[in-house]
Nanobody
């Protein structure tokens, strides 16, 4: 059974940084495309960033230049480095693993950007 567990969320001031981690278990991690999504209160879940098996990356326009997704296949972990955080980045961040059209999700970690 595939399990994805996020960590690293919390409260940060505007302009600050956080690094989210997503640890995968129960699967061969390096065959999955991995991604981070987020859902703000009252809004739909949206894509933040994705990284393929070959470590190609893609970002939502609103986070380009501020967020970086990376993966460590030896540790079965994907990361999201978030810099220059803004109040509008406040959301629950979810880790996603995708293989042959099947999606797996973590339970999410809350990021709050506020002074």
């Amino acid at each position: 059974q595939v399990q994805l567990v996020e960590s690293g969320g919390g409260l940060v001031q505007p302009g600050g940084s956080l690094r989210l981690s997503c640890a995968a278990s129960g699967t061969i991690f390096n065959i999955y495309a991995m991604g981070w999504y987020r859902q703000a209160p009252g809004k739909q879940r949206e894509l933040v960033a994705v990284i393929t098996r070959g470590s190609s990356t893609n970002y939502a326009d609103v986070v380009k230049g501020r967020f970086t997704i990376s993966r460590d296949n030896a540790k079965n972990t994907v990361y999201l480095q978030m810099n220059s955080l803004k109040p509008e980045d406040t959301a629950v961040y979810y880790c996603n693993g995708r293989l042959v059209g099947v999606d797996y999700w973590g339970k999410g970690t809350l990021v709050t950007v506020s002074s």
